[in-house]
T-cell receptor, first 109, second 116 residues
Framework: GQNIDQPTEMTATEGAIVQINCTYQ??????LFWYQQHAGEAPTFLSYNVLDGLEEKGRFSSFLSRSKGYSYLLLKELQMKDSASYLC??????????WGAGTKLIIKP | GAVVSQHPSWVICKSGTSVKIECRSLDFQATTMFWYRQFPKQSLMLMAT?????????EQGVEKDKFLINHASLTLSTLTVTSAHPEDSSFYICSARMVGESSPLHFGNGTRLTVT
């Protein structure tokens, strides 16, 4: 079966750094997306990884290890507006996106 | 960047009536659009894949006669919830992606449907 494992909830402090880990099992693999979803809103695209390594985009970075079925999203210089759910979304061999419940990130002042 | 527009943002309807939701790709052509549903504190659930000029592909457990999808052009897909019931109350979100396996899904703003 296809499966995604992320922490249900994390708490971090404004200005700090937080790493959200994700492990996945899919039928084949064609890259992995990270999305941000604020409460009551639709998801917005953050990053895409298809090769092993780190992709940096401003305050956000995403890492992938295909052999380990592992990815993480790193958020630096946290701001209150970063409070949201973060979704690790692998793409299987049929290019279907596999959605989990994500990680709810709470930022405290 | 790719923009997907969804309308209406929210709708309240009475049980037994039908509701139509529109999804438009504003700056690109989308031969395929995706319709999702999300209940509170749950993950996105793919309902169906809308294909321009042909029948939609529905996920297991989704009633095609209840959730009518029409993809009449390369920029417009509609979802009609027929004979709505309170249990259909949910957040419906459409999405589309440009050509290419690395192209992300871009989402509309979603439609919050409340059936009374």
């Amino acid at each position: 079966g296809q499966n995604i494992d992320q922490p249900t909830e994390m708490t971090a402090t404004e200005g700090a750094i937080v790493q959200i880990n994700c492990t996945y099992q899919t039928s084949g693999f064609n890259g992995l997306f990270w999305y941000q979803q604020h409460a009551g809103e639709a998801p917005t695209f953050l990053s895409y990884n298809v090769l092993d390594g780190l992709e940096e985009k401003g305050r956000f970075s995403s890492f992938l290890s295909r052999s380990k079925g592992y990815s993480y999203l790193l958020l630096k210089e946290l701001q209150m507006k970063d409070s949201a759910s973060y979704l690790c979304v692998p793409q299987d061999s049929n290019y279907q996106l596999i959605w989990g419940a994500g990680t709810k990130l709470i930022i405290k002042p | 960047g790719a923009v997907v527009s969804q309308h209406p943002s929210w709708v309240i309807c009475k049980s037994g009536t039908s509701v139509k939701i529109e999804c438009r790709s504003l700056d690109f052509q989308a031969t395929t659009m995706f319709w999702y549903r999300q209940f509170p504190k749950q993950s996105l659930m793919l309902m169906a894949t809308s294909n321009e000029g042909s029948k939609a592909t529905y996920e297991q457990g989704v009633e095609k006669d209840k959730f009518l999808i029409n993809h009449a052009s390369l920029t417009l897909s509609t979802l009609t919830v027929t004979s709505a019931h309170p249990e259909d109350s949910s957040f419906y979100i459409c999405s589309a992606r440009m050509v290419g396996e690395s192209s992300p899904l871009h989402f509309g703003n979603g439609t919050r449907l409340t059936v009374t």
